[in-house]
């Protein structure tokens, strides 16, 4: 009796913490969204640290990397229940569900043996090969760079240690491209002079600013797609995995999930942030927005720093965060309306937007200098470039004309060495291409110039053309020197009034992304040799969908040097 009514005991305890801890989840629920709502400021319009992480609320998401580490096991399940023999394969088409153009072959060999895979292409430069390092018995191997809406004759050699060789082909058939990548267009192509890496494995990717990101082999065919819609980002990171900005869910209107993933589709981790802002219209309402907005680089301590909207009522794209990847934790947070001119952000009149929201700044890249621990940003509505040491946030140097800009900050202006010098407006994808040199205080830098000026360096020139250009700065005198501009020549029909890239490609090539031609119907990859001048690669797109504009241009290899290979396969 004593035992029975020991139990009811518990029992009647255990639920009335229950039903006290789900009473005190939904409290804390109720007081962050009211924290959302009634936001508390240091000073006016700026939010305080605490403020911006409690509005951005990042959290690691397991659900896709659950659904894929299931087909992992599957997949490990089925090689380990093949019989030895090349001709007992197992084949499979976008085994990750997210990338058609990728396969995955399983089969298993009696001899140790390593395996060198070939996607024939339509010519030699279009051919894509890739060799497995190792020798096993039972092999995982990953397929990349096939094409769509056909069958493709994929070939498996397979080397022993005592070099004795055996070869057999599989046939993997894929279905045709989505209509809303567009139609692309070869105009020029000379793959010797290109920069196609080891294999012909460096696709020209066109990273989408919100739809269909893709690749392009030499001859202008696509090789690799995502059927996950990415936005902006689309980056390697250092253990070769890709590191993207995609929806949450396919209906969902914003895209707030950075993911870690491979060319197939594989999902290693997943941050997920809210995006739940109060709006300037009535500051007491919430509404979902995009919480990552343009870029996101790697530090060398693997965290991520992020140019994020940081939820207030009335300024966007003017802060960056860094993230703890593998915890969601928000570890720092830069304002720029405490690194710039308060006049900057308080009297802006440039541009305006339909939810009245003032984006004074419009962060749009950014490339961290670890030798110097340097971080060099882009703001597009500000026309400038400027580097700030990352650890105190204090300004290095300034690269924009000298126009509404106070008379305090004057001192950090980049002076030309030549006259007439024509100034960035509303450039994009700014990067160091060289970091040191003897006397370790000059750097060239590479950047988009759309030739755009929003707020200052209005000249004739503006608005007639686009252009990639590189300038070497010399930070010890703060001098810069423009050393090298391609675009002005293609006019008008390649001017970009937004997006756009410009990055060097190797061979001393530059791969020029116009992705806002003829006001956002076109968009074209030109890759140049810089001592020439010679275009050896150009493709035109257009019939996309609305909005769907190549925001950047990169080439990229389908397999880097340290590629898994979904060896965890075995």
Known sequence: MKQRKWKIGLTVLLVVLLIGGLGAYHERHNIRRLMLVHQRYQRTDVLSTNQIKVNLRAGVSTKHTATTNQLTKQYRSNLRRLTPGIDHAKTMINPYRTSPLSGLILVKTNQATRVTVTV?????????THQIKGYRRAHSVGVLGLYAGRTNHVRLTFTQKNVHQSTSTYDLTTAAAPKAIGHNQLKTSHPQQMALGQGHARLTFAVSSQGITYGLDARGRIRWYSTAKIS???????NDHLLVLTKISPNSHKYN??????????????????????????????????????????????HLLLTVDDGSKKFVEDTMIELNFQTGKIVKVIDLKRILPKSAYEDYTGTTRPDGKIDWFHQNSMYYDAKRDELIVS?????????????????????????KLPKSYRHYLLKPTTKHYQY????????????????????ALEFYDNNVPVTRGQTKQSRQWS???????????RTVTKTWSFGQSLGKRNFTNIVGSSYAVGKGNTLIGFGYADAGKRSEFVEVNRKSNRVVFDVDRSKFAHGDWSYRAQRMTLYPQNNLQLTAIK
């Open 120 to 128: 024939p292409g339509d010519t030699t430069a279009s051919t894509i």
């Open 232 to 238: 902006h980002v689309f980056k390697r990171l250092s």
């Open 257 to 302: 999930a950075l993911r870690e993933t491979d060319y197939y589709g594989r999902v290693y981790r997943q941050v997920n942030f809210s995006g739940l802002f109060p709006t300037k219209q009535d500051p007491h309402k919430l509404a979902t927005n995009t919480v990552i907005h343009h870029d996101a680089i790697e530090l060398p301590n693997h």
């Open 379 to 403: 703001g597009r509505n500000q026309d400038m470039i400027f580097a700030i040491n990352y650890r105190t946030t204090k300004i290095k140097w300034i690269l924009a004309a000298p126009a």
């Open 424 to 443: 960035n407006g509303g450039q994009h994808a700014v990067r160091l291409i060289q970091t040191a040199t003897h006397q370790g205080h000059r750097l």
């Open 467 to 477: 252009a990639g250009t590189i300038v070497n700065i010399d930070q010890l005198n």
